[in-house]
């Protein structure tokens, strides 16, 4: 099966820990995001990858980091510096840019206390 | 910053009848896409329609754009209890950056 897989469904932390949540691809697609989903809201685009060792910072990086060693994983670390954490996170992949439909992992929703 | 903007922000119907949402852009773009959102699930896309063409259908589907006045819409006919869902547009304008709306909320009622 192809697809996209976020990795936990349901995430808790501590306020003041670092937090990584994990996205894995098979569909040999070259662009990664994270996008973060607020209640009532749309997506809101964090960072975004278009080739490995290559990542751009989205609308609201700040307090994230990201990495893209493989092709195929583009995990994100929700850093202790990002005030307001608790969120669902999605992350997406296309073939190339924005004229490519993008398809969807399950999402994270992540809560710090 | 949101460029889409759904509307209505929630629409509820009874099955049988047809749902129509609404988007309206602010700045030039190259294509505008539609996807799907169950409650507490990731997105899945619709449709994809560009700059060059003014209506698109899939299935049940039809999607119109008009670039002279910024808008887009999206009608789903002979809904089924199961298009109950949020409905997002998505504005792509030649990078790699698509530019989602807040969504429109769809009750279906059987």
């Known amino acids: 099966d192809g697809g996209i897989t976020q990795s936990p469904k349901y995430l808790f932390r501590k306020e003041g820990q670092n937090v990584t949540l994990s996205c894995e691809q098979n569909?040999?697609?070259?662009?990664m995001y994270w996008y973060r989903q607020d209640p009532g809201q749309g997506l809101r685009l964090i960072y975004y990858?278009?080739?490995?060792?290559?990542?751009q910072k989205g609308d609201i990086a700040e307090g994230y980091s990201v990495s893209r060693e493989k092709k195929e994983s583009f995990p994100l670390t929700v850093t202790s510096a990002q005030k307001n954490p608790t969120a669902f996170y999605l992350c997406a992949s296309s073939l190339q840019g924005s004229g490519y439909e993008q398809y969807f992992g399950p999402g994270t929703r992540l809560t710090v206390t | 910053s949101q460029q889409g903007e759904e509307d209505p922000q929630a629409l509820s119907i009874q099955e049988g009848e047809n749902a129509t949402m609404n988007c309206s852009y602010k700045?030039?773009?190259?294509?505008l896409q539609w996807y799907r959102q169950n409650s507490g699930r990731g997105l899945v896309h619709l449709i994809l329609i560009r700059s060059n063409e003014r209506e698109k259908h899939s299935g049940r589907l039809r999607v119109t754009l008009d670039t002279s006045k910024k808008s887009s819409s999206l009608l789903i006919t002979a809904s089924r209890a199961a298009d109950t869902a949020s409905y997002f547009c998505?504005?792509?304008?030649?990078?790699?950056?698509?530019?989602f709306g807040k969504g429109t909320k769809l009750s279906v009622i059987p």
């Open positions: 998505a504005t792509g304008a030649g990078s790699y950056q698509l530019t």
């Open positions: 700045t030039s773009i190259n294509n």
């Open positions: 569909l040999n697609h070259d662009a």
């Open positions: 990858s278009q080739i490995v060792n290559d990542f």
